[in-house]
């Protein structure tokens, strides 16, 4: 998942692999918790010698192939100015694609596609990982069984609740308890090893292959819970931008990957061992006296990982407001130090609503389980195309080794995807639903804005009109600075046409300003704004943000002198409000065209969005049709 934190580079190796493990690994980390217990309780897989192996071949494989060659050894290089994530990978994509061409739409469309499935598996991710984690009560009584789902209920409201205060504090916690967390899963697994040291023969892959050709298609299908084992494989490459790609390679070969290994490998051991165990061989391999401590353990990991999750659906969701995809939202700054610690009401919310949701209606971690696998194996293969995209075009890689590449790859992927498809009937649409769902919103948007700028185009005066016409006719001029916002830089804005045939007066100093988003992470500070001066007291202004840069528009104006610096007391920003009417004609379908009026009217003000003070702000309204 992204990171909603900016790269500290020069931080110490040690001290960014110690935030990377609380971070980056918590998704994956805690897979153990349900998967070894959903591949043979969910598929009544029988218990023999062979299919312990195969099933431990098929997990040793799958973390070999998809997260350690696909996400460590070849996505960590495809960087986008340090940056990961798929959005970032989208924007390296499209840079050779000519902008309006049919790839340039296709590769925005796929990775729009993968960032809409990213939003489906947040909701899952943390229902699972709490409940899988507090199932263990029953594990030591059963008769704790009724408090599981009011207690994982509560914990994850509790942790939406917490939200608005940020993380900050309690995230210097994160690394520790992780660390402890592999820690103990190593050892546990270690000693399950120990007792039965043959399962280790699983690592030759000629398990996995016997295993898939022994039980044909339901061998198959049980890729569909072995996936279970490699969900939060993409945070890896998400999170590169804030830690680099060292620590997390480091975290992944040196750490996490022999932790989770040897407890899988633990696990099938103690199946091997005592059948019974598969009611939930995570817990089981545990000493008795240490099941309460091991929940209470397992539960603080799943609180991270889940807290990981929602950090970042609140990246995700800031860039795709910045890169054009979506309304304007609320984003509150959690931190006055690490300006990438945000919090989204809105999103929060949702989230919130969207998890105690999953968890009344499943109930438990097995039935959510049918539900969990289709956006993550839709996401890998999105992962791939696009990366094997940038591999070909930018790194210069042959057309028959890019398509050789890019095919092994994505058939492990899509054969990940096709074993995950049989789920949607039981649960799996859910995702998916949702996944459309933000997919709809966004592409609604991005298109109904560039009909409402398309029509505010057509009526407008040229700038370059205007300003001569102003000086034969020169209106009475006033003191101070007049900032009038506009998305097209070339045109007289709407707002200063109402404020002189109103207010018949004009500021000394006017700017045009125009804020600009660059499919880039981030636009270093020497090139955040560039003023122009032209007739009449007049100044054009463009300020530049990436996807992943903090907006604030006065802190950017503040390095601008335009003939003088700006005084904020002595400024007032100006700008149109579009009053959307939705119309036949040959624009989007009309319920498409209510549903991106609707969206318009629930965004933030750009007062709010762009950090300008409520005191100095004056608007004025239009009405488009669309």
Known sequence: MPSAHPAPDKSPLAGLALAAMGVVFGDIGTSPLYTMKE??????????????????????????????????????RADNKGEGGILALLSLAQRQAPLGSRIHWVLTMLGFAGASMFFGDSLITPAISVMSAIEGLQVGSPALHPFILPLSLGILVGLFFLQRYGTGTIGRLFGPVMLVWFGVLGVLGLFSVLGNPGVLAAMDPHHAVGFLHRHGLAGFLILGAVVLAITGAEALYADMGHFGRRPIQLV?????????????????????????????????????????????????????????????????????????FAPRLAIHHTSAREAGQIYIPFVNWVLMFGVAALILGFRDSSNLAAAYGIAVTGTFAIDTILVFVVMRVRWDLGLFATLLGMLALLSVDLSFFAANAVKIPDGGWFPLAVALVVFSLMVTWKRGREIVLRRLRTENIPLEDFLPSLQAHPPLRVSGTAVFMTADASGTPRALLHNLKHNKVLHERVVILTVRYHDVPYVAGDARLHAEQLAAGFYRVAVSYGFMDDIDIPAALATCTCGHGFDMMDTTFFYSRENLIPTRGDGMAVWREHLFAAMARSAVSPM??????ANRVVEMGVQVEI
Do not use: C, D
């Open 39 to 76: 591949v043979f309780g969910g598929h009544h897989l029988a218990f023999s010698h062979a299919n312990v192996l195969g099933v431990l071949s098929l997990i040793f494989w799958a973390l070999m192939l998809v997260v350690s060659l696909k996400y460590v050894g070849i996505m960590m």
């Open 252 to 324: 992944w070969f040196g750490y996490v990957l022999p932790a989770l290994l040897l407890n899988y490998f633990g696990q099938g051991a103690l199946l091997l061992r005592a059948p019974e165990a598969v009611r939930n061989p995570f817990y089981l391999m545990a000493p008795e006296w240490a099941l309460y401590p091991m929940v209470g353990l397992a539960a603080a990991a799943t609180v991270i990982a889940s807290q990981a999750v929602i950090s970042g659906a609140f990246s995700v969701t800031r860039q795709v407001i910045q890169l054009g």
């Open 608 to 613: 709010t969005f762009f950090r300008i003070p």
